[in-house]
Structure formats: structure tokens, C-alpha cells
């Protein structure tokens, strides 16, 4: 496995696309990954990653199948995205199913009622996207489709050879599962992961205040350090390893912390981390 670093980390920062290329490389990452760029900028980064010699390895984007005007529309949005990630020259796109939840009195508000929607969205992504070379994901996010049974209930529904998931080892405390037990869930149909790390706090006590949020039972939540928060990466990385993964991991920090510094200290842990875990394997 290979340390990259998700362009959202740069979020807080006043700089370009093609600046976070070059910090990503200069902080010492193996690959960058983008999020939502168009298609000029696209041209901009590949050329750059070429020059320096630097690989962009996924593209990330937004999308909802149950608030989007059809689902026929979002997928045909979805399409250009595809495009993008030709233009980008990467062979994975993570992409939404939904974001937060869908109306109580809409005909698709349970799960199950939903699922349908969300695989026929999906698959429609998928079919184009295998016929110009790339792969697509959904990640465990956005509280409606994020605990493990609920990713996995689509990619089964999806049933595609070119669509699996983005295991972001963080999310899964927004949906209060246990980030190990979901990653192992999880694990084989892994194409690309996240590594993530929250504080977490009981929903039962006092609102900290800002920088935090709530998980979907409650709970407040914090971007954090990789290495300095509630999730065990370690172990993580372990059931991905155990399960055949072998491809980056990208680092994808929102914490309060500034960026440089943070993801400084997160390269350094998390490196320390698959250090440990890979002499780990070879005492074995």
C-alpha cells in the first residue's frame, strides 16, 4: 500500500488545483486524488502530473439519484464526471449515491424503498464508465447509504464487475458503526480507500461547539490528526491487508488543525502504522 492524499485536505487553503499537485508532492505523497474539477483544469493537472512525474489516482465527486430531477438526468450528469476522469487520466471515480436523507413522507424514505433508485442510478454510471476505461465507487458517506450492511446491500443490488467501493475508515462513526468491524465488512469489495480520523465526543454531554458535528445517533464528531483520534487505523489497514488490498490509501483530513502541519503528522503516523503492520506480516 502507498500513502496518497485527497485534494479536500487543501480545502482550508487559498491555493490552485495544480498548487496541491505540487504540495502533495512536495509533502512527500505517493499520488494526489481531485474532487469536482472541470475540464480545462483537468487538462491543467494531468499535463503538470505528467511533467513532474506525479500520479493523480481517483476523481471524487457529488451526486444524488433521489433528489435529482430523474434519475436518468443525475446519470447523464454523471456522465460529463466520467469524461473528466478520462481527461484526468485516472481509472477510478467515486461518486454519491445521496446525500443526507430524503423527505419522511417520500415514497423512497426507508432504505429498502430506496435501494432500487439508488442501484438503477448507479449502474447506469457504471455500464458508461466501463466503456471508457474507468471504474466507479460508491463511498460510505452521506448518512442515508454509510454504515457497511447498507453499502454492501448496493453494490449487491448494483451487481457490476466495474463498480465496488471507496472504504473511507472515518466515515463509518458518522453512521456510529464501528470503523473496524464495517472496514472488515467491507474489505473485499474494497477499490480505493480513505484514511480518516475523528474525536469523538457523547452525544449525551454538552454540544462542544464549533468544529464539530453529529454523527447520525447523536454523537459529535471532529476531524482529526490521523493518529490522533478515536479510529483505529491500524487495525483498519490490517482487515484491508488480510482481505487482498494492496492499492493507495489517500489521506483525507478536515480537522481544525492547519492543513500543511496536519497532514505533516498524518503522513509520519500513517506511515509508521503500515510500517508496523507489514513487519507485523513478515514475523508471521
Same mark, same amino acid.
Given at each position: 500500500m502507498q500513502i496518497s492524499v485527497s485534494s479536500y485536505s487543501f480545502s482550508r487553503m487559498n491555493t490552485s488545483p495544480? $498548487?496541491? #499537485?505540487?504540495?502533495?508532492?512536495?509533502l512527500g505523497f505517493a499520488a494526489i486524488e481531485f474532487t469536482d474539477v472541470d475540464t480545462d483544469t483537468a487538462l491543467r493537472l494531468r499535463e503538470e502530473s505528467e511533467r513532474l512525474g506525479f500520479p493523480i489516482i481517483c476523481y471524487t465527486v457529488g451526486a444524488d439519484f433521489l433528489r435529482a430531477a430523474s434519475i436518468e438526468a443525475e446519470a447523464e450528469r454523471l456522465y460529463g464526471q466520467v469524461n473528466i476522469a478520462q481527461v484526468l487520466?485516472?481509472?477510478l471515480m467515486r461518486h454519491d449515491a445521496t446525500k443526507g436523507f430524503p423527505p419522511l413522507r417520500a415514497a423512497h424514505s426507508s432504505?429498502? $424503498?430506496?435501494?432500487?433508485? #439508488?442501484?438503477?442510478? %448507479?449502474? #447506469?454510471?457504471? $455500464?458508461y464508465a466501463a466503456e471508457k476505461g474507468v471504474i466507479t465507487m460508491i463511498e460510505?458517506?452521506?448518512?442515508? %447509504?454509510?454504515?457497511?450492511?447498507?453499502?454492501?446491500?448496493l453494490v449487491g443490488a448494483v451487481s457490476h464487475p466495474n463498480f465496488g467501493? #471507496?472504504?473511507?475508515?472515518?466515515?463509518?462513526l458518522c453512521a456510529d458503526e464501528d470503523p473496524a468491524i464495517a472496514t472488515g465488512n467491507l474489505a473485499a469489495m474494497a477499490l480505493h480507500v480513505h484514511a480518516k480520523d475523528f474525536h469523538v465526543k457523547s452525544g449525551s454531554g454538552d454540544d462542544p461547539g464549533r468544529g464539530w458535528f453529529r454523527s447520525r445517533g447523536g454523537n459529535y464528531l471532529r476531524g482529526a490528526i490521523i493518529?490522533?483520534?478515536s479510529v483505529p487505523v491500524r487495525q483498519c489497514l490490517g482487515n484491508l491487508r488480510r482481505a487482498g488490498y494492496n492499492g493507495y490509501v489517500s489521506i483525507e483530513f478536515e480537522g481544525m488543525e492547519d492543513c500543511e502541519t496536519a497532514l505533516e503528522i498524518?503522513? $509520519?503516523?500513517?506511515?509508521?502504522?503500515?510500517?508496523a503492520l507489514f513487519m507485523t506480516e513478515r514475523s508471521l
Open positions: 495544480v $498548487e496541491r #499537485l505540487r504540495l502533495a508532492k512536495a487520466g485516472v481509472h432504505f429498502a $424503498e430506496a435501494l432500487p433508485l #439508488l442501484a438503477k442510478g %448507479c449502474r #447506469l454510471v457504471t $455500464e460510505n458517506h452521506g448518512y442515508f %447509504c454509510q454504515d457497511s450492511a447498507r453499502v454492501a446491500a467501493v #471507496l472504504v473511507d475508515i472515518g466515515n463509518f493518529g490522533h483520534g498524518g503522513l $509520519e503516523n500513517l506511515a509508521s502504522m503500515m510500517n
